[in-house]
């Protein structure tokens, strides 16, 4: 068994937060050497008295100042960094081997990108890196030797259930196709109309997984599956068309990979994201999450077809990855911007889509090669849904 050294980006959130939990199951496997947080001083304060890291950073300097005010007056010697460069300086850290990528939207991007170029193990929670920079991100991984190994729920489930070190050669491993599964979030059931005038509280009030504000929205109105089969299509190397939605609104499958001999391999489990989360930290090891496990006695699991009309944010992330270029960049940046306004109660619902629809028209089309074409898209599509949502009644 060898020790880990870990970073942990976003460690004051919901991913970060289940992350530590593992860890501490674990101290003989795991070292901090970095946490990473935002604003959230006294949960920072008291995970660097759990962890004893090296280095804390908040990106926000008002909270780093707070911070290292709070650890000197209870005598702990971490080190405090501020700004959005501390990310990266502590993703890359010599002394590091794995970094926990758990920032929240584009913002995580840059850190989450040069622990890929410094070759380090990558556990990816931040779906949002891989959508804004996919083909960027993924020559990084194969140029610098780094290791890739995907938090989210339905690509960890995928992970497990394709070949040990699959290469992306879907004919080679007989992969038909990767079937993602898909909750439904809290508006499965309800009315375009109801859908549209559904306000923040009902839409993170996810049914099964407990999950920061900006992803349980992304959930309710499917925009996440979107975001997922972009970054199925990255990490897997699959064609837009292998990859296939299903609703599955019990989340007890995690998603499936069908073969070309009829198998279908699931990976199932309790909803928690701790089991993704202790499966990449343990790697190629299996080691204990601290999840109940799954009781199936009694249970019924069912399918059914997502519907693309009463959620046309699955729809739009389907044409943006058809679209290549920018335009999943696009996509992303007008989603987070609508998805902040929308919490703040600026806008409806379904502002949403019909923001990020505005947006894709407007910017997309463009190249996106290099990092900064995918920035200039993602700063250009923020402007135009930002002023879009203020200048109509959306
Ligand atoms: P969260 O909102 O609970 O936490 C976000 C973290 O990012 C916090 O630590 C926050 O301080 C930090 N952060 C936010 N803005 C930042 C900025 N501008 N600069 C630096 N740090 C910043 O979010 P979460 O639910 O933990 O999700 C994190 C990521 O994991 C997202 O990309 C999400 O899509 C993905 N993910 C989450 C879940 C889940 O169950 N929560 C499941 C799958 C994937
Ligand atoms: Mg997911």
């Given at each position: 068994m060898?020790?880990r050294?870990?970073t942990v ?6 991913i ?6 593992v860890v ?5 496997r795991?070292?901090?050497f ?5 604003t ?7 995970q660097c008295r759990?962890h004893?890291p090296?280095f804390?950073?908040m990106?926000e300097?008002?909270?780093?100042a707070?911070?290292?005010?709070r ?13 959005a460069?501390a ?5 890359i850290?010599?002394?590091?081997d794995?970094?926990m990528?758990a ?7 840059p850190?989450t ?6 070759g380090?193990r ?9 959508v804004?920079?996919g083909q960027?991100?993924m020559?990084?991984?194969a140029a610098?030797g780094?290791?890739l190994?995907p938090?989210?729920?339905e690509?960890?489930?995928?992970f497990q259930a394709?070949?040990?070190?699959f290469d992306g050669d879907f004919?080679?491993?007989g992969v038909?196709?990767l079937?993602l599964?898909a ?6 059931t309800?009315?375009?109309?109801a859908?549209?005038?559904a ?5 993170v009030?996810?049914?099964n997984w407990v999950?920061?504000?900006?992803i349980s929205?992304?959930?309710a109105?499917l925009?996440n599956?979107?975001l ?9 190397n699959?064609r837009?068309e292998?990859?296939?939605?299903l ?5 007890i499958?995690?998603s499936m990979v069908?073969y070309?001999?009829?198998?279908v391999?699931?990976q199932?489990?309790?909803p928690?994201?701790?089991?993704p989360?202790?499966?990449?930290l343990?790697?190629?090891e299996r080691i204990?999450a ?9 249970r019924?699991l069912?399918f059914?077809?997502?519907?693309t009309v ?9 044409d943006?990855?058809?679209?290549g270029?920018?335009?999943a960049?696009?996509?992303n940046?007008?989603?987070e ?7 703040e109660?600026?806008?409806?619902f379904?502002?949403i889509?019909?923001?990020?629809a505005h947006a894709l028209?407007?910017v997309?089309?463009?190249r996106?090669d290099t990092?900064?074409?995918l920035?200039?898209?993602d700063?250009r ?7 879009y949502l ?5």
């Open positions: 060898r020790r050294v870990l980006l976003g460690a004051t959130g919901t970060g937060v289940n992350t530590l939990d501490s199951r674990h101290p003989e795991f070292e901090i970095a946490l990473t947080g935002a959230q001083v006294e949960r920072m304060f008291e759990a004893r090296r804390a950073v990106s300097p008002a909270a780093a707070a911070l290292r005010a650890l000197a007056a209870d005598g702990l010697a971490v080190e405090v960094l501020e700004g460069a990310l990266t300086e502590v993703a850290a010599a002394e590091v794995t970094v990528a920032i929240v939207g584009a913002a995580g991007l850190a990108l040069a622990a890929a170029r410094a380090k990558i556990l990816l929670a931040n779906k949002e890196t891989l804004v920079s960027l991100f020559d990084a991984v610098s780094a290791e190994l938090i989210d729920s690509h960890n489930a995928i394709l070949p040990r070190g004919q080679r491993a038909n196709t079937w599964t909750s439904g979030g809290p508006f499965r309800l009315s375009a109309e859908i549209a005038a306000t923040p509280e009902q839409a009030a996810h049914p999950m920061g504000r900006k929205v992304d959930s109105s925009m599956k979107g997922e089969v972009i970054e199925a299509r990255w990490l897997f699959a837009p292998q990859i296939k939605v609703v599955h609104p019990q989340s499958v995690h069908e070309v001999d009829g198998s391999v699931a199932m489990g309790t928690d994201m701790r089991t989360i202790a499966y990449a343990g790697f190629p204990a601290g999840v109940p496990m799954l009781e199936l006695m009694g019924q069912t059914e077809a997502p519907d009463r959620f046309p944010c699955l729809q739009l992330a389907f943006a990855l058809a679209a270029g920018n335009a960049a696009v996509l940046a007008a989603n911007v609508a998805v902040a306004r929308f919490l109660g600026a806008i409806s379904g502002g889509a019909a923001s990020i028209d407007a997309a089309g463009g996106a990092l900064d074409e920035l200039d898209a700063h599509a923020r402007r135009v849904a930002d002023d203020r200048c109509s009644y959306a």
